[in-house]
């Protein structure tokens, strides 16, 4: 509750802020400073110390899996902030600075909801309030005819998939023998299921199968990724996806667990054709930007695998994923708005130029890649654990594995670029600071490599609930 209530009133705040000061720098600072806030209030309520102590009425459920994930994303924001924050300023022509600082906080309230939710009004409630301010963020820039059409096929799918989550929380409704919302009275154990109850658990699957961009509901993100600011799809393609990723197995596990293998093999379906499409098509891509728009829709077929087991290492896995995937995707971006080429071609002779901003891109890679040694190759490695466990199954962990490998055709071609390509790659001014975080960003994902049980004993040493 601690980081819910933080982050909208720090919304608030940084909305009107921009009364008080017009210069960007002073703003990102407060931005800084709340970020910093939330992470402390968030590890306030892991402890079980509450600064506000509200009766939620079992609306919401705070246990040690949904706080920690909030924490990834709360310390995932503070270093896209710092990382991209100066970026975000240069918006400021178009849009003011004030403005989408207001709308990232008001984005990390409703990731706040949906990590915690216990009944589908709320899960409703925390979906929107997250999306809106996305929509809003897509088209920041006016003058650009790409992010117009971005955000408005963003506002009409994510209307779409909005009705189609009505409608099955409508039917779940209908369904419940309690007539309940709560995710707590929704479960009807191994019982036979009913039409209705059917019909509800499909909708919800594929609305939540838009917001993470999972095949076939994936074809708004190519076009909304490459059409929007850069530093907004790196904050879209990674904290918000984490986030609604973690609602998304918290729905299934606490409401349709019991039945899982009803649905299993839809999820499965699912799961594989999202891992196909994601990577092969970003084979053929030419843009580095569209590239790492199709690699989201393949990491968001990994994260899958969770929601298909859904057991202790399913939920192991989707933290260090969150982790892993946020970080390199995060630093990738970041050096991204920094080049003034997006194609592949721009990346050509960038180790000659800039040695450190290569290496570091080169470990962001490797860790999407799934690589040893780096946190993206034990965070791949419990998703496919996790399905091994089930005991069923076993032709998706093979098939999971090729793409992987697939994957890292298209990773290795940046690589390639930077390191055996001669060109004279075109650098914006990069700050020593930024070097210097870019560093540390890559440390932690080769710390989370060799010592993954730093952040997944935390599910097991933090325990609480409310």
Not at 197 to 205: E, N, R, S, T
Not at 397 to 402: G, H, K, S, Y
Not at 406 to 414: A, G, I, L, T
């Amino acid at each position: 509750m601690n980081a819910i209530i933080i982050s909208a009133v720090w919304g608030i705040i940084m909305m009107f802020s921009g009364i008080v000061t017009a210069k960007g720098s002073t703003i990102r600072n407060a931005a800084i400073i709340g970020l910093v806030l939330l992470l402390v209030c968030n590890y306030l309520d892991l402890i079980g110390y509450h600064l506000f102590p509200v009766d939620t009425h079992k609306m919401l459920f705070f246990d040690t899996f949904g706080l920690l994930a909030n924490g990834i994303i709360f310390a995932s924001t503070l270093i896209y902030v710092l990382l991209s924050g100066r970026e975000i300023e240069n918006i400021a022509q178009r849009m003011p600075v004030a403005e989408c600082f207001a709308l990232i906080f008001f984005v990390l309230c409703g990731v706040s909801l949906v990590t915690t939710f216990n009944t589908l009004l709320m899960l409703f409630l925390g979906i929107e309030i997250i999306s809106i301010p996305l929509y809003i963020l897509t088209g920041s820039d006016k003058r650009n005819l790409k992010s117009n059409e971005a955000s408005l096929k963003y506002f009409l799918m994510g209307c779409f998939s909005t009705g189609v989550m009505l409608l099955g929380i409508a039917f779940l409704y209908g369904a419940s023998p309690n007539g309940s919302f709560s995710i707590d009275d929704l479960g009807i154990g191994s019982q036979k299921l009913s039409a209705l109850y059917m019909a509800g658990l499909l909708l919800l699957l594929v609305s939540m199968g838009f917001k993470v961009s999972a095949a076939p509901f994936h074809f708004w993100t190519p076009d909304v990724y490459d059409g929007a600011p850069t530093v907004f799809t790196s904050f879209m393609a990674t904290i918000v996806k984490a986030g609604i990723f973690i609602g998304f197995i918290r729905l299934f596990d606490e409401t349709f667990g019991d039945s899982q293998p009803r649905w299993q093999l839809f999820v499965a379906i699912i799961t594989a054709v999202t891992l196909f499409i994601g990577n092969i098509t970003a084979v053929f891509q030419q843009s580095v930007k569209r590239m790492l728009a199709y690699s989201s829709i393949a990491q968001a077929g990994f994260m899958l695998l969770a929601l298909l087991s859904i057991n202790g290492l399913a939920k192991e896995g989707i933290i260090l994923y969150a982790a892993a995937y946020s970080l390199a995707t995060i630093g990738i971006f970041a050096i991204l708005i920094k080049m003034k080429d997006y194609t592949f071609e721009g990346f050509n002779g960038l180790a000659r130029h800039q040695p450190l901003l290569a290496a570091t891109c080169t470990i962001f890679l490797l860790s999407l890649a799934g690589i040893p040694l780096t946190a993206g190759f034990f965070a791949k490695y419990y998703m496919l654990a996790s399905v091994i466990e089930t005991g069923h199954f076993f032709w998706l962990v093979v098939f999971a594995v090729l793409c992987a490998a697939v994957s890292v055709y298209y990773y290795f071609r940046v690589i390639q670029a930077m390191y055996f390509k001669d060109g004279d790659a075109q650098v914006l001014e990069l700050r020593p600071g930024f070097k210097g975080l870019l560093v540390v960003v890559a440390a932690l994902i080769v710390l989370l490599g060799v010592f993954p049980q730093v952040l997944l004993d935390k599910l097991y040493t933090l325990v609480y609930t409310w």
